[in-house]
Structures are given as C-alpha cells and as structure tokens.
C-alpha cells in the first residue's frame, strides 16, 4: 500500500508564491514519474507539471517559467514551486507518482489526497 500525502496549499494573493510538497510512503522500490495535476471547480483534472526518476520535467505551457517540478528521489517526494500565482491557477492540486515495488516489473498508479489553492486576485 502507497500514501501519497500532499501540503502547501492554502490562499494567496495574486503575484505571490506558494511551495507544494508530495512525500509518498509504502514499501516502494522505485518512483518513475511523480507529477502535479490540477482540476478548477467544474472543470476535469488537468496535467501541471511532470518529473522523471532522472529528472526529466515536463510542463503545460500555462505555467512554464511561473511552476517548477522538483524530486527528492531519497525521500520519495516531489515539490512544486509556484511564483507570480494569477487567479487561474485557482484549483486544487493533486499528486500522482507512478510507483514499482520489489520483485515486479509492474507500475502503478496512485493520487495524494488533494490539496487547495486559491488565488485572490
């Protein structure tokens, strides 16, 4: 079994910065990809940003040089740096980490709880 527990959220104005945290635990043997998606009230689940065991990131173009993805590959853990928040980034995030365990070549995936964030403009 995999948790995945998020923090950071809360509510800022618009401008400012706020720093997301994922940690995941369980008996993992290796994160592929850990990532942030984001779904606005009414609106579906949408990818944020992406970031690979080797560090490889990924992100949608509404948040390039605002967000960054970062990994603590030790700690299984994945942050999220948002600087210069506008109004649309208003959501709650999620975190997503592709996990495989020991003695599988299987991956799976599991989501963290949730966390809000609200951009005041």
């Known amino acids: 079994q995999v948790q995945l527990v998020e923090s950071g959220g809360g509510l800022v104005q618009a401008g400012g910065s706020l720093r997301l945290s994922c940690a995941a635990s369980g008996s993992i043997f290796t994160i592929n990809v850990m990532g942030w998606y984001r779904q606005a009230p009414g609106k579906q689940r949408d990818l944020v940003a992406t970031i690979t065991s080797a560090g490889i990131t990924d992100y949608v173009d509404s948040v390039n040089g605002r967000f960054t993805i970062s990994r603590d590959t030790a700690k299984n853990a994945v942050y999220l740096q948002m600087n210069s928040l506008k109004s649309e980034d208003t959501a709650v995030y999620y975190c997503?980490?592709?996990?495989?365990?020991?003695?599988?070549?299987?991956?799976?995936?599991?989501w963290g709880q949730g966390t809000q964030v609200t951009v005041s403009s």
């Open positions: 997503k980490a592709l996990v495989r365990f020991y003695n599988s070549d299987y991956t799976y995936q599991y």
